[in-house]
């Protein structure tokens, strides 16, 4: 099946640094990325519709400004939390459309903001 | 109201039993649902989808009922592996690929 890999797998960072999180379809294009996030014991929950060549759609109560993404290439979508707090300690997931039909999921990326 | 909810569990069941689930979706726009398992610190791994018509895979099954807006999966002859979080998904009415997930049910097979 298709590939979705996720970079770092984890991170610890101090609070008020950035961190960048790298999603890439290891064997597709992708022109739609999607970033959930998900704190311990509830469901993932969309944050942003990440688009090739265009900005990125946010979710109601999404920061922008806090959670840039850039989706500059067909295989590769980036989400960098600003000025992390321990409050985003979270696990990030990103998945990748194939076309029009299913969506993949990278295998996550667990931020720790001490 | 949540677009999608879940009795969050857990379900704590024998190995051999028939466990099932529901969810409750708002969106009665949306045109595909999902059930989705997830073990602990993994990504989501898609389970099955799920049809009006029902849906059969080995011990699952899944059903849609549109009239009641809910989606069931329902696993029989329950395994010790069968242990995780099963997620349901619905996606948006426009067919962006966006998911939206209930919080998950929590299934804990027991020997």
């Known amino acids: 099946g298709a590939v979705v890999s996720q970079h770092p797998s984890w991170v610890i960072c101090k609070s008020g640094t950035s961190v960048k999180i790298e999603c890439r379809s290891l064997?597709?294009?992708?022109?739609?990325m999607f970033w959930y996030r998900q704190f311990p014991k509830q469901s993932l929950m969309l944050m942003a519709t990440?688009?090739?060549?265009?900005?990125?759609?946010?979710e109601q109560g999404v920061e922008k400004d806090k959670f840039l993404i850039n989706h500059a290439s067909l295989t590769l979508s980036t989400l960098t939390v600003t000025s992390a707090h321990p409050e985003d300690s979270s696990f990030y997931i990103c998945?990748?459309?194939?076309?029009?039909?299913?969506?993949?999921f990278g295998p996550g990326t667990r931020l720790t903001v001490t | 109201r949540k677009e999608v909810e879940q009795d969050p569990g857990p379900f704590n069941v024998p190995e051999g039993a028939t466990v099932a689930f529901n969810c409750t979706y708002s969106?009665?726009?949306?045109?595909?649902f999902f059930w989705y398992r997830q073990d602990c610190r993994k990504e989501p791994k898609l389970l099955m989808s799920?049809?009006?018509s029902g849906n059969e895979d080995g011990r699952f099954t899944a059903q849609l009922n549109r009239a009641s807006q809910y989606i069931s999966l329902l696993i029989r002859d329950s395994k010790l592996s069968d242990s995780a979080t099963y997620l349901c998904?619905?996606?948006?009415?426009?067919?962006?690929?966006?998911?939206?997930f209930g919080q998950g049910t929590t299934l804990q097979v027991k020997p």
């Open positions: 990440s688009n090739e060549g265009s900005k990125a759609t946010y």
């Open positions: 998904g619905q996606h948006g009415s426009s067919n962006t690929g966006k998911l939206i």
């Open positions: 998945s990748a459309r194939r076309g029009q039909g299913r969506v993949y």
């Open positions: 064997d597709f294009q992708a022109t739609t």
């Open positions: 799920v049809y009006s």
């Open positions: 969106n009665s726009a949306s045109q595909s």
